[in-house]
Each structure stands twice: as C-alpha cells, then as structure tokens.
C-alpha cells in the first residue's frame, strides 16, 4: 500500500524560506513508472499545481513558482522535498505531495494527507 | 493561458443523478482527470483519462468529454457524495479547475 507523508515546520516568517519534505513508503520513488509532485491549496480555495520530478532529478515547475522554487529528490531515502524561498501570506496553503502517473498526460493517484503552512511573523 | 472552468456549485437530491462540468477551449482534445476532496481530506482521483475508473471507485462515477465541456456524472448520488469535486487536464502545465461544491439536498 503506497503511502506519502509530508512534513516540515508549520509556520514559516515572511521573507524566509519554506521547506517540506515527502517521504514514500510502500513503493520506490525509482520507479521509472512515476513522477512525483507538490500541490498546494489556500485555506478555503482551490487546488495549485507547484511542480513535479522525476528520480532522476528532472523538474518541471508552475511558471509563477519558478523563480522561487527548487524541488529535488533523494532516492537513497526514499524522499522528495520542496523549497520556496522568499514567502509571503500569500503562501500560506496545504501543502500536499502526490505520486504522478503518465508524464506526458499526468494525473496524481497517490496523495500525501498534506499539511498546513502558516506564513506570519 | 489555457483555463478550465467549473460552475461554483451543484445540488442534485439524493438518489438522482448529479452533472459536474469543467469547460476549456477544445477540450474534447486533451485527457480530463477529476477528483473528489471532502471537508479536511486530501483529493482522491475519481476519474482518469476522460473515463476510467480507479480500482476501489463506484460505478456510479462516469466520465466524458466532448468539443468544449468535460462531464463528470454520478448517479444515484448519496449523502457520501457531498464533496468538492476538481478537473485537471496537462496543457505545457499542470491545470485545474476551480472546482464545484456538490450538495446532496
């Protein structure tokens, strides 16, 4: 049973850097079947594709995030992780991870239980 | 930039049939993926590829997309139902819809 977790600090300063991190249990994030992604969602709002890699380190990035953004992987630990730097409320989100299936017309079959980011000093 | 869209919200009564569009310029042409999100609950994917079903989703989920709508249908909806429900399509990015309140009356 394939199971995504994500963790990180729940609440981040504005200005500084957000960081999570998804760890894969029940199937390897080697699988050259897969690619694995971040989605966000502000409270009471809709869902917002942040990125997605594969495990060999290829990235592809929602363009109003790229500047700010790096997602890479660890495959010795079975781990994804997700960095946006220079935060502000409006970042403020669930931040749920997700297995992508089909890279040239993805859907996500596998979703982490996601977690709360808070953005405030 | 492409955009999907969906009607705020649906009401259908329990044991009819409930219709949940998701609009795009053609995109009858692209794949349509949806999914179900509860109160406090991370998505599920409920359809994929326009049609299929994941292993452990009722038959009364059902899929279609044609010229510039993408339906999704559940009949003989339930209280279980109720939910926000999201299309998703690949164009150079990643897209969703706004997504759509279902409530069961």
């Known amino acids: 049973q394939l199971q995504l977790q994500e963790s990180g600090p729940g609440l981040v300063k504005p200005s500084e850097t957000l960081s999570l991190t998804c760890t894969v249990s029940?199937?390897?994030?080697?699988?050259?079947?897969?690619?694995w992604g971040w989605i966000r969602q502000p409270p009471g709002k809709g869902l917002e594709w942040i990125g997605i890699?594969?495990?060999?380190?290829?990235?592809h990035y929602n363009p109003s995030l790229k500047s700010r953004l790096t997602i890479s992987v660890d495959t010795s630990k079975n781990q994804f992780s997700l960095k946006l730097s220079s935060v502000t409320a409006a970042d403020t989100a669930v931040y749920y991870c997700?297995?992508?299936?089909?890279?040239?017309?993805?859907?996500?079959?596998?979703w982490g239980q996601g977690t709360l980011v808070t953005v405030s000093s | 930039s492409y955009v999907l869209t969906q009607p705020p919200s649906v009401s259908v009564a329990p044991g009819q049939t409930a219709r949940i569009t998701c609009g795009g310029d053609?995109?009858?042409?692209?794949?349509v993926h949806w999914y179900q999100q509860k109160p406090g609950q991370a998505p599920v994917l409920v359809i994929y590829?326009?049609?299929d079903r994941p292993s452990g989703i009722p038959e009364r989920f059902s899929g279609s997309n044609s010229g510039n709508t993408a339906t999704l249908t559940i009949s003989r909806v339930a209280a279980g139902d109720e939910a926000d429900y999201y299309c998703?399509?690949?164009?150079?990015?990643?897209?969703f819809g706004g997504g759509t309140k279902l409530t069961v009356l």
């Open positions: 997700a297995r992508v299936s089909d890279q040239l017309l993805p859907y996500f079959d596998h």
């Open positions: 029940g199937g390897s994030i080697s699988s050259s079947s897969y690619y």
């Open positions: 890699i594969y495990y060999s380190g290829s990235t």
């Open positions: 053609s995109i009858g042409s692209k794949s």
């Open positions: 590829y326009d049609s």
């Open positions: 998703q399509v690949w164009d150079i990015n990643v897209l």
